[in-house]
């Protein structure tokens, strides 16, 4: 069976399967992925241990199971997420320091939060939809381009706008910024050409230049916000705005707004790591 056909399958199947019996199965799961210690395992362990250099491997170990765990309940509320009530999404996420986004609205120049893959960033999406108004945000083009469409409609039946990740998505979303919307975008790892070298944890690696680009030509305040798990639902950490610099070239404040954004990230990563789903590469000399 390909991989589309099993994702389509588990949007089918799994709303219908009572939440013991997938639980059973999700630690099942685990263990079977740990031990077979795939390439993918390989990538997760060995960027998890660059945010902890010092940590033992039995250690390492449990944070690598972890994060596996954490995963697979990523896609489990995936393939669900849909069917959920606007009550159990509302009672699903704990906003934290959450006056800083009011702060940021309040401004009047719609609002930029950069976010890491972790824990369940379409539920925060869902969440802050129905609580304020639809999130914009960016897809990766996935390949079949049937499964793409997919999970865009998937995010925009959760009531959220969907752009690819396309050149001219860039000024799209400085349009959907001018007209004062909430704009989400995965900001941890570059997917295009034009990415801004910067030190993650303390390695060059390159990210995305668009919250920066995006910040500062229409003035949108930029935060970021770290998204965890909790033992139900999940946690949105705000942090405050990334003051953008009045001096400098675009290219030289881009650059410095990013390197902003990186060590936000490397203070979110660090202390919630197992919840960072990352089984790609990252960085450039690892």
């Known amino acids: 069976m390909s991989s589309k056909s099993l994702y389509f399958l588990a949007w089918r199947t799994l709303p219908f399967i009572p939440a013991s019996v997938i639980n059973l199965l999700k630690k099942i799961v685990v263990r079977y992925i740990f031990?077979?210690?795939s390439k993918a395992v390989k990538r997760m362990r060995s960027n998890y241990q660059i945010f902890h250099p010092d940590i033992d491997h039995s250690k390492l170990n449990e944070?690598?199971?972890k994060g596996i765990d954490s995963y697979l309940r990523y896609w489990i509320e995936t393939f669900t997420l849909n069917s959920w009530s606007k009550e159990k999404i509302l009672n699903s996420v704990t906003p934290i320091n959450e006056e800083i986004l009011n702060q940021a609205l309040a401004k009047d120049k719609g609002v930029l939060v950069a976010i890491t893959h972790s824990a369940n960033w379409d539920l925060?999406?869902?969440y802050y939809t129905l609580k304020r108004s639809p999130i914009k945000t960016v897809a990766e083009v996935l390949e079949p381009r049937e499964l793409f469409e997919k999970f865009v409609a998937y995010r925009e039946s959760l009531g959220m706008e969907i752009f690819p990740l396309e050149p001219k998505t860039l000024v799209k979303l400085m349009n959907r910024a001018r007209e004062k919307h909430i704009i989400a975008l995965l900001a941890d790892r570059d997917l295009t050409i034009?990415?801004?070298k910067v030190f993650l944890a303390g390695m060059e690696t390159s990210m995305p230049s668009g919250p920066a680009l995006i910040a500062i030509e229409t003035g949108a305040p930029l935060l970021t916000a770290n998204?965890?798990?909790l033992e139900q639902g999940i946690a949105v950490d705000f942090s405050p705005e990334i003051e953008i610099p009045s001096e400098g070239t675009r290219e030289e404040k881009v650059q410095?707004?990013?390197q902003k954004i990186a060590d936000r990230f490397t203070k979110n990563i660090g202390s919630h790591t197992h919840d960072w789903h990352m089984?790609?590469?990252v960085w450039l000399e690892k």
Request: hydrophobic share 45%.
């Open 35 to 37: 031990k077979k210690d």
């Open 279 to 281: 089984m790609q590469k």
């Open 256 to 258: 410095i707004v990013t």
């Open 194 to 196: 034009n990415g801004v």
């Open 227 to 229: 998204i965890y798990y």
């Open 63 to 65: 944070m690598v199971k």
């Open 124 to 126: 925060a999406g869902a």
